[in-house]
Nanobody, 120 residues
Framework: QVHLVESGGGLVQAGGSLRLSCAAS????????MGWFRQAPGKERESVTG????????YLADSVKGRFTASRDNAKNMVYLQMNSLKPEDTAVYYC?????????????WGQGTQVTVSS
């Protein structure tokens, strides 16, 4: 079992930066692959990026390439999403999620989300 809590969202002007944090409970956090997702009003949830237990990026959405970077600190049970050069279209609720590092695993654990609003 993994319990996830996101923080760090807020209101920022276009061109600004935010760093989202995701705190995870559970002693086996390092065994989980982590993902960041987002959902804008009226849109489906989309995958932003994924990061393996060792910190390798597995996926990065085209819309955020060159601007967003995920990282993790297994010793602190934390995952981060650094977001730079924010655009109004980045406005969404951002979620972190966890899945086991094995073939066929799905993202079974989700945080409650944190709102990011980018003003133009």
């Amino acid at each position: 079992q993994v319990h996830l809590v996101e923080s760090g969202g807020g209101l920022v002007q276009a061109g600004g930066s935010l760093r989202l944090s995701c705190a995870a409970s559970g002693r086996t956090f390092s065994r989980y692959r982590m993902g960041w997702f987002r959902q804008a009003p009226g849109k489906e949830r989309e995958s932003v990026t994924g990061i393996t237990w060792s910190g390798l990026t597995t996926y990065l959405a085209d819309s955020v390439k060159g601007r967003f970077t995920a990282s993790r600190d297994n010793a602190k049970n934390m995952v981060y999403l650094q977001m730079n050069s924010l655009k109004p279209e980045d406005t969404a609720v951002y979620y972190c999620a966890a899945k086991e590092e094995r073939v066929g695993a799905t993202y079974d654990y989700w945080g409650q989300g944190t709102q990011v609003t980018v003003s133009s």
